[in-house]
T-cell receptor
Framework: AQSVSQHNHHVILSEAASLELGCNYSYGGTVNLFWYVQYPGQHLQLLLKYFSGDPLVKGIKGFEAEFIKSKFSFNLRKPSVQWSDTAEYFC???????????FGTGTSLTVIP | NAGVTQTPKFQVLKTGQSMTLQCAQD?????MYWYRQDPGMGLRLIYYSASEGTTDKGEVPNGYNVSRLNKREFSLRLESAAPSQTSVYFC???????????FGDGTRLSIL
């Protein structure tokens, strides 16, 4: 079975700080990669996705992620966080030949005004 | 634009009781999924339905059953609830397997 690791469980930043959340997966084949965000009390929403092509993908709200195949990584970045980015962030992986998604355990981000 | 609708939003059960969680999507998606979300464990797939008429086990199917009633609806049943099934349950749908998933608001289930 695939696994997805998010090494940062809880991150606290001040507004305007830069953000990078790590995501590594274990699967040797071709994958589709996703980042989801869950704001307090809400359902998960798609931030960005990578299927193929340019390994640097841009999502909503100024987020971007870089797929590094050699490192099995798909790290999420944002140059300058805002208080409204306080949320839980989940990385997810799908083998593009399969039906199942595997989610990481999530990273809780708190942004201090 | 309802998207994915789950009912109920909250439920408290006693050990051994049964119940069905309902999920409906209005996006004409082919694939539907049930997840549970537990602290420190992220989302784990219980069952999924790649297309109408098919269902498959996910990572944690024990103690659950599902029914893909039609293209819109995908229900999750707990036949004999156990405290270990206390969790937040999310239903999701996607246009096709592997496509981005759209999530419902979740059902918070407590089993005493």
């Amino acid at each position: 079975a695939q696994s997805v690791s998010q090494h940062n469980h809880h991150v606290i930043l001040s507004e305007a700080a830069s953000l990078e959340l790590g995501c590594n997966y274990s699967y040797g084949g071709t994958v589709n990669l996703f980042w989801y965000v869950q704001y307090p009390g809400q359902h998960l929403q798609l931030l960005l996705k990578y299927f193929s092509g340019d390994p640097l993908v841009k999502g909503i709200k100024g987020f971007e992620a870089e797929f590094i195949k050699s490192k099995f990584s798909f790290n999420l970045r944002k140059p300058s966080v805002q208080w409204s980015d306080t949320a839980e962030y989940f990385c997810a992986v799908n083998a593009n030949t399969g039906n199942q998604f595997y989610f990481g355990t999530g990273t809780s981000l708190t942004v201090i005004p | 634009n309802a998207g994915v609708t789950q009912t109920p939003k909250f439920q408290v059960l006693k050990t051994g009781q049964s119940m069905t969680l309902q999920c409906a999507q209005d996006m004409n998606h082919n694939s539907m999924y049930w997840y549970r979300q537990d602290p420190g464990m992220g989302l784990r797939l219980i069952y999924y339905s790649a297309s109408e008429g098919t269902t498959d086990k996910g990572e944690v199917p024990n103690g659950y059953n599902v029914s893909r009633l039609n293209k819109r609806e995908f229900s999750l049943r707990l036949e004999s609830a156990a405290p270990s099934q206390t969790s937040v349950y999310f239903c999701a749908s996607s246009e096709d397997p592997g496509a981005p998933q759209h999530f419902g608001d979740g059902t918070r289930l407590s089993i005493l």
